[in-house]
């Protein structure tokens, strides 16, 4: 089986290529999680083949017959696997384009690994195995010998319970019951997540200053929460910027924090000590958040993890409610960091010019809006050009003239006569308030408020909290509010859970039911799967993990490895009923017996497989350790509970079949006496 993972990945790289796939986040939790899949079917034929040649059987025929026995219980292996991410890429929307790399990558390694199984491995088999010594020397294989003995303790104590439990077949099957009554009720009461907060070991932060603020108000303010980020010990750089696509009223910093080993702080530990020690700076706002490998941006740049939308069609309505609706978010305890962007009105100076008192005393209006703008609107009036570059000549006063209202006192116009007329002689000026952008989402005006969840708070609980904090303010009908960005993602994938394991299980079922040619084969094979999802579901709880999209990924994986346990069962009862003629009850006990074996490798190498996954403890690892734990505790849990429901969900279905095949011979006898 060694040979099938190296064999398998080289030639998923190359699918990986042809497709344009890159080596990623998902593209390389499917090679991870494939490493412990592609060996499957090798250990099937493998040990298949040896189970003749310890029978006496040459290498060369073992290696036919082990192969022809199991080839049909390989394909309906892999296509149960491989139905599960065809059938995402089929559902479109987030799902399929989020998922798209890992089910391709994963799909390709899986149909490999059959081939080199079918091709390779038995080949290989009748070229290098060997019939078993009549006398194994355990004696110089001293852990070796203990792991026999392991397992044929193992065996037999299978053998024994299984026919315990073949004897209280209703228990068992209330059992089953009750497993898929619990997979209900974890699923229900399981926190809700959209994708892992990672710890990146890079912030975002953001310095949200009144409309209007020039560069030159702005600066004193980003310096001081820069000081700030720079006193704490885990910080290792900053970099800010202002203006651009933000405006000049605000600023974005990317603070990057030391290596995970060097510091002690988690990257939302640090954000912590940060909001406490910001220092009160007037008309400035800092907000900071913990950059993500994959992220669902809203259209309104705010500063928060996600964002509300408030639409409207009457920009004053727009502007009270969403000031409304922001006061009552930040007074919400599951969140924080509550930001508005667009509802804010911009400091202005109003000039209102007395036209008539301008034409008596001889002044143009071209002249007096020429004057205004050569002082204040920056206004290029050149450009001059060297062999290396070129430069823009710009008629501006002085910056110390325009940062009082009051100089427009001290500004002259000409008048037709050549005398000099005071601008304050025929013109005022007030203070005011206007909306200097309006945002738009679709045809509506509106508001963005970005907001973060607090410690501990599961997006679905933030959801819930920011419905009951709407119904409270009961906003008009008029004011449409819904989610954008993460938030918005989130609400449609919780919509869609359902729907989307429903469509896997109808898919893999019409599969299995063609490959078997029974509408109850498949229901068997289905049965396995309520013990992998309270395996993950449990294991999810204990690790405090949220049941996030990578959780589902992982769930979808433990449908098709789960399969494979009853699969390889079913698929050999199936032979022996029908080649050795076998009651139902002594064919499901000697195929779960003969397939014991192969069960606990293939968990085992799946198990294995996921390791890495629950193991490691890089920056970002967050993303990728839902998947893993999904799958260890699936399999740990299915491992033990599938390999005794099976076999009496197996015998119950034979025993239907069985009464609904003589239904029509009794109806027949009636209908002749």
């Given at each position: 089986?060694?040979?099938?993972?190296?064999?398998?990945?080289?030639?998923?790289f190359?699918?990986?290529?042809?497709?344009?796939?890159?080596?990623?986040?998902?593209?390389?939790?499917?090679?991870?999680?494939?490493?412990?899949?592609?060996?499957?079917?090798?250990?099937?034929?493998?040990?298949?083949i040896?189970?003749?040649?310890?029978?006496?059987?040459?290498?060369?025929?073992?290696?036919?017959?082990?192969?022809?026995e199991?080839?049909?219980?390989?394909?309906?292996?892999?296509?149960?696997l491989?139905?599960?991410?065809?059938?995402?890429?089929?559902?479109?929307?987030?799902?399929e384009?989020?998922?798209?790399?890992?089910?391709?990558?994963?799909?390709?390694?899986?149909?490999?690994?059959l081939?080199?199984?079918?091709?390779?491995?038995?080949?290989?088999c009748?070229?290098?195995?060997?019939?078993?010594?009549?006398?194994?020397?355990?004696?110089?294989?001293?852990?070796l010998?203990?792991?026999?003995?392991?397992?044929?303790?193992?065996?037999?104590?299978?053998?024994?319970?299984?026919?315990?439990?073949?004897?209280?077949?209703r228990?068992?099957?209330?059992?089953?019951?009750?497993?898929?009554?619990?997979?209900?009720?974890?699923?229900?009461?399981?926190?809700?997540?959209?994708?892992?907060?990672?710890?990146?070991?890079?912030?975002?932060?953001?310095?949200?200053?009144?409309?209007?603020?020039?560069?030159?108000?702005m600066?004193?303010?980003?310096?001081?929460?820069?000081?700030?980020?720079?006193?704490?010990?885990?910080?290792?750089d900053?970099?800010?910027?202002?203006?651009?696509?933000l405006g000049?009223?605000n600023?974005?910093?990317?603070?990057?924090?030391?290596?995970?080993?060097?510091?002690?702080?988690?990257?939302?530990?640090?954000?912590d000590?940060?909001?406490a020690?910001?220092?009160p700076?007037?008309?400035?706002?800092f907000?900071l958040?913990?950059?993500?490998?994959?992220?669902?941006?809203g259209?309104?740049?705010?500063?928060g993890?996600?964002?509300?939308?408030?639409?409207?069609?009457?920009?004053?309505?727009?502007?009270?409610?969403?000031?409304a609706?922001s006061?009552?978010?930040r007074?919400?305890p599951?969140?924080?960091?509550?930001?508005?962007?667009?509802?804010?009105?911009?400091?202005?100076?109003?000039?209102?010019?007395?036209?008539?008192?301008?034409?008596?005393?001889?002044?143009?209006?071209?002249?007096v809006?020429?004057?205004?703008?050569?002082?204040?609107?920056?206004?290029?009036?050149?450009?001059?050009?060297?062999?290396?570059n070129?430069?823009?000549?710009?008629l501006?006063?002085?910056?110390?003239?325009?940062?009082?209202?009051?100089?427009?006192e001290?500004?002259?116009?000409v008048?037709?006569?050549g005398?000099?007329?005071?601008?304050?002689?025929?013109?005022?000026?007030?203070?005011?308030?206007?909306?200097?952008?309006?945002?738009?989402?679709?045809?509506?005006?509106?508001?963005?408020?970005?907001f973060?969840?607090?410690?501990?708070?599961?997006?679905e609980?933030?959801?819930?909290?920011i419905?009951?904090?709407?119904?409270?303010?009961?906003?008009?009908?008029?004011?449409?509010?819904?989610l954008?960005?993460?938030a918005?993602s989130?609400?449609?994938?919780?919509?869609?859970?359902?729907?989307?394991?429903?469509a896997?299980?109808?898919?893999?079922?019409?599969?299995?039911?063609?490959?078997?040619?029974?509408?109850?084969?498949?229901?068997?094979?289905?049965?396995?799967?309520?013990?992998?999802?309270?395996?993950?579901l449990?294991?999810?709880?204990?690790?405090?993990?949220?049941?996030?999209l990578?959780?589902?990924l992982?769930?979808?994986?433990?449908?098709?490895?789960?399969?494979?346990?009853?699969?390889?069962?079913?698929?050999?009862?199936?032979?022996?009923?029908?080649?050795?003629?076998?009651?139902?009850?002594?064919?499901?006990?000697?195929?779960?017996?003969?397939?014991?074996?192969?069960?606990?490798?293939?968990?085992?190498?799946?198990?294995?497989?996921?390791?890495?996954?629950?193991?490691d403890?890089?920056?970002?690892?967050?993303?990728?350790?839902?998947?893993?734990?999904?799958?260890?505790?699936?399999?740990?849990?299915?491992?033990?509970?599938?390999?005794y429901?099976?076999?009496?969900?197996?015998l119950?279905?034979?025993?239907?079949r069985?009464?609904?095949?003589?239904?029509?011979?009794?109806?027949?006898?009636?209908?002749?006496?």
């Amino acid at each position: 089986p060694s040979v099938a993972i190296p064999v398998s990945l080289v030639a998923t790289f190359a699918v990986m290529y042809l497709w344009g796939f890159s080596l990623n986040n998902l593209s390389l939790m499917a090679l991870i999680v494939a490493a412990g899949l592609v060996v499957d079917d090798a250990i099937v034929v493998l040990e298949n083949i040896s189970r003749h040649l310890e029978r006496g059987l040459s290498p060369r025929r073992a290696a036919l017959r082990g192969l022809r026995e199991v080839s049909f219980t390989l394909a309906a292996m892999t296509l149960a696997l491989s139905v599960v991410f065809v059938s995402i890429l089929f559902m479109g929307g987030l799902v399929e384009r989020l998922f798209r790399e890992f089910s391709i990558t994963l799909v390709a390694a899986t149909l490999i690994s059959l081939l080199v199984s079918v091709a390779i491995i038995p080949g290989l088999c009748a070229r290098w195995l060997r019939p078993p010594a009549p006398k194994p020397p355990d004696n110089h294989k001293p852990g070796l010998a203990a792991v026999r003995r392991l397992f044929t303790r193992l065996h037999d104590a299978y053998g024994r319970s299984l026919w315990r439990v073949l004897g209280h077949a209703r228990a068992t099957l209330l059992l089953l019951a009750a497993v898929i009554g619990l997979n209900v009720y974890l699923y229900a009461q399981s926190p809700k997540g959209f994708l892992p907060v990672q710890d990146t070991g890079q912030l975002m932060g953001f310095v949200r200053g009144d409309d209007g603020f020039s560069f030159q108000v702005m600066q004193p303010k980003i310096d001081q929460y820069r000081q700030l980020v720079l006193r704490h010990p885990a910080v290792r750089d900053v970099i800010g910027y202002n203006g651009g696509s933000l405006g000049i009223s605000n600023s974005l910093f990317l603070i990057r924090l030391k290596p995970a080993a060097e510091r002690k702080e988690s990257s939302s530990q640090v954000i912590d000590w940060l909001r406490a020690n910001a220092p009160p700076v007037p008309g400035g706002m800092f907000f900071l958040n913990v950059d993500q490998d994959l992220r669902m941006p809203g259209g309104f740049g705010n500063s928060g993890d996600h964002e509300l939308a408030i639409m409207a069609s009457d920009v004053p309505a727009l502007r009270e409610w969403s000031r409304a609706i922001s006061r009552a978010l930040r007074e919400v305890p599951e969140l924080r960091d509550v930001d508005a962007v667009g509802d804010a009105a911009t400091q202005q100076v109003v000039i209102d010019i007395d036209r008539a008192a301008a034409r008596r005393l001889g002044v143009d209006m071209d002249t007096v809006s020429s004057v205004l703008s050569n002082s204040f609107s920056q206004r290029q009036v050149a450009t001059l050009y060297d062999p290396m570059n070129q430069y823009r000549v710009v008629l501006e006063l002085d910056p110390r003239y325009t940062e009082d209202p009051d100089v427009l006192e001290q500004v002259h116009v000409v008048a037709a006569d050549g005398a000099r007329v005071p601008l304050t002689a025929f013109a005022s000026y007030r203070h005011g308030l206007v909306n200097d952008r309006v945002f738009h989402d679709g045809l509506f005006a509106a508001v963005g408020i970005g907001f973060s969840l607090a410690p501990g708070v599961s997006l679905e609980q933030g959801l819930a909290a920011i419905d009951a904090a709407m119904a409270q303010l009961m906003v008009p009908s008029h004011i449409q509010v819904r989610l954008g960005g993460d938030a918005r993602s989130f609400q449609k994938s919780l919509q869609d859970q359902p729907w989307l394991i429903l469509a896997v299980l109808v898919a893999i079922y019409l599969v299995l039911g063609i490959l078997y040619e029974s509408p109850l084969h498949p229901l068997t094979i289905l049965s396995t799967l309520p013990s992998a999802g309270v395996g993950a579901l449990l294991a999810l709880r204990l690790a405090g993990l949220e049941f996030s999209l990578i959780a589902l990924l992982g769930l979808f994986l433990l449908v098709g490895v789960v399969m494979k346990n009853a699969i390889l069962m079913i698929d050999f009862a199936i032979g022996l009923q029908r080649r050795q003629g076998l009651a139902p009850e002594q064919a499901i006990h000697r195929a779960a017996m003969l397939r014991l074996r192969p069960i606990v490798m293939t968990n085992l190498a799946g198990l294995l497989g996921a390791l890495p996954l629950v193991l490691d403890m890089g920056e970002g690892s967050e993303l990728r350790r839902p998947l893993g734990i999904a799958i260890v505790g699936g399999l740990m849990i299915s491992q033990f509970l599938t390999l005794y429901t099976t076999p009496i969900v197996y015998l119950a279905l034979e025993r239907l079949r069985g009464r609904l095949r003589r239904a029509p011979a009794r109806a027949a006898a009636s209908e002749g006496d």
